[in-house]
């Protein structure tokens, strides 16, 4: 009996740490809770009572926006990820599409996936706590827009990774979002960060969207400097996943990947 | 002559070993050609190089005259593909992955070609179902289906009957051979099963160790090799 345990615990041993995507999750995991609820915290020291309703509805509209994002990135690599689970990939990579069709398709299901996957939650909050989402005007159009724009750069990367390292990147598409939100300021501002983080969560383009949507709130005023730094930046993050996408798609030929994924 | 598939000087290595070596072959427009060689002799990498699934390291591939790297989606219109080891989407019904193929493929009157070709392999009862659902004969015949959506005029097949039972074996092996009469295509075959070979295949490529050591037909084989039976052209002398 101790023998056959011994060879159960060998064996998922070897599979926990012997794929970086894996070990990278059963470290990072505690510290990432350990942070995100250490920021929160300070961040709700900070609130008085005046704006205490104004920060209640910062949260849910960080919520929704949020999710935005992680539904867009869901919605493109889980697409993708069909096509690997069903082991249909030489299929498709066999007709007259081209590889830039395959990135459009993508997009277009991981958007119609996302208005979806959303309405009913805008709805539901609406009705039960009185959320007004749409309270945020025309500027909605543009966070949902941009966190867009981030949710398919960050799942055309997943899909990239996946498609050339296998299956234990699967768990990247799940994590990724998380591993990027204690950094990206979603549900408190950069200032309740330590100094030395400030820099380096200022560099993400999730951490400039949702501070310019607290000062909207708050303060009814955005900076135009920061939207259209915002709008550029994640212009060129999904160019430059769609050109990896297309690298790997030539470097997975190059090395005969997507033949043996059939077998 | 006219060709089907011309292959110039044709090599692939990965991480430095070479799966396929100098290959040189020219193939009539059509005709069922036998591809045979021990595992890891290159048939698979040699199918999927033709299909632009694998880039050669070297070598120049022209299919209906015209040059794959140059012309890759003209020619991948034209050709397709069926194997066991690849499967449609399992959480589609049968008609929905069909459709799907044949709108890739620009398929006109998509929906009488699905019904036709579902009629002549019989699986006309199986449109409805989740193609995950079926077994292994029923997939094989719906592969088949997808693989004849665009009437290719290459249809590339990696060891098409594997794991089937001797009636569907036999079926397919009988549509094929009609297909290819009645359309006059090329079909490029990978078998392990000698019958099977016999029985569909006017040429033989024969592959070893990533080269072709020899490419006639069956009968031509035999007579230079002085051999009876297509196994003994396998064997070691």
Same mark, same amino acid.
């Given at each position: 009996m101790i023998n056959r345990i011994f060879a159960l615990l060998i064996r998922y041993q070897n599979i926990a740490l012997g794929s970086m995507p894996r070990l990278i999750s059963i470290f990072y995991w505690p510290t990432v809770q350990i942070l995100f609820w250490g920021f929160f915290t300070n961040y709700f020291y900070q609130i008085n009572e005046f704006n205490i309703w104004s920060s209640l509805n910062v949260i849910l509209s960080a919520v929704v926006l949020w999710d935005v994002l992680f539904r867009s990135q869901l919605g493109l690599s889980m697409s993708f990820f069909e096509e690997l689970w069903s082991r249909n990939l030489p299929n498709l990579f066999i007709t007259p599409i081209k590889d830039h069709e395959i990135i459009i398709g993508l997009l277009m299901i991981s958007f119609l996936r996302t208005i979806l996957g959303l309405t009913p939650a805008i709805f539901f909050a609406n009705y039960f706590f009185n959320f007004h989402l749409f309270e945020l005007g025309l500027y909605l159009i543009f966070f949902f827009f941009n966190l867009t724009l981030i949710g398919? @750069?960050?799942?055309?990367?997943?899909?990239?990774?996946?498609?050339?390292?296998?299956? @234990?990147?699967?768990?990247?598409?799940?994590?990724?979002?998380?591993?990027?939100?204690?950094?990206?300021?979603?549900?408190?501002?950069? @200032? @309740?960060?330590?100094?030395?983080?400030?820099?380096?969560?200022?560099?993400?383009?999730?951490?400039l969207i949702f501070e310019e949507m607290r000062s909207l709130i708050f303060n009814s005023h955005m900076n135009l400097i920061n939207l259209i730094k915002i709008f550029f930046i994640n212009i060129f993050l999904l160019l430059m996943s769609s050109l990896f996408f297309l690298f790997i798609l030539r470097v997975v030929r190059k090395k005969g990947i997507m033949i043996n994924q059939g077998e | 002559m006219k060709t089907s598939i011309k292959i110039k000087n044709l090599s692939k290595s990965f991480n430095g070993k070479k799966i396929l070596k100098e290959i040189n072959l020219e193939l009539p427009k059509d005709g069922i050609f036998g591809i045979l060689g021990k595992n890891g002799a290159g048939k698979t990498t040699l199918l999927a190089t033709l299909m632009g699934l694998i880039t050669p390291t070297s070598g120049e591939i022209k299919i209906f005259n015209k040059c794959l790297k140059k012309n890759? =989606?003209?020619?991948?219109?034209?050709?397709? =593909?069926? &194997?066991?080891?690849?499967?449609?989407?399992?959480?589609? /019904?049968?008609?929905?992955?069909?459709?799907?193929?044949?709108?890739?493929?620009?398929?006109?009157?998509?929906?009488?070609?699905?019904?036709?070709?579902? /009629?002549?392999?019989?699986? &006309?009862?199986?449109?409805?179902?989740?193609?995950?659902?079926?077994?292994?004969?029923?997939?094989?015949?719906?592969?088949?289906?997808?693989?004849?959506?665009?009437?290719?005029?290459?249809?590339?097949?990696?060891?098409?009957?594997? &794991?089937?039972?001797?009636?569907?074996?036999? =079926?397919?092996?009988?549509?094929?051979?009609k297909f290819q009469k009645n359309y006059k295509s090329a079909i490029l075959i990978t078998s392990h099963n000698l019958e099977e070979i016999k029985y569909m295949c006017d040429y033989l490529i024969i592959l070893e160790d990533g080269k072709v050591k020899d490419f006639d037909t069956i009968t031509n084989l035999l007579k230079k090799g002085k051999k009876s039976k297509i196994e003994e052209l396998l064997l070691n002398d």
């Open positions: 398919w @750069s960050i799942g055309l990367l997943v899909s990239s990774l996946v498609l050339r390292y296998g299956q @234990s990147f699967e768990e990247l598409a799940w994590a990724i979002i998380f591993i990027v939100l204690p950094f990206s300021c979603v549900y408190y501002p950069l @200032s @309740s960060l330590p100094e030395a983080m400030q820099t380096f969560s200022g560099m993400f383009p999730t951490t | 890759k =989606f003209d020619i991948l219109n034209q050709i397709n =593909f069926q &194997s066991p080891y690849i499967e449609l989407p399992k959480k589609m /019904s049968v008609y929905q992955n069909l459709i799907f193929y044949a709108r890739l493929y620009n398929v006109k009157d998509r929906g009488k070609i699905i019904k036709n070709l579902c /009629s002549e392999l019989l699986v &006309s009862d199986l449109l409805h179902l989740n193609y995950g659902k079926l077994s292994s004969g029923q997939k094989t015949r719906v592969n088949l289906c997808k693989a004849l959506l665009n009437r290719p005029k290459l249809l590339l097949l990696d060891e098409p009957t594997a &794991s089937l039972d001797i009636q569907t074996s036999d =079926f397919i092996r009988k549509y094929l051979v």
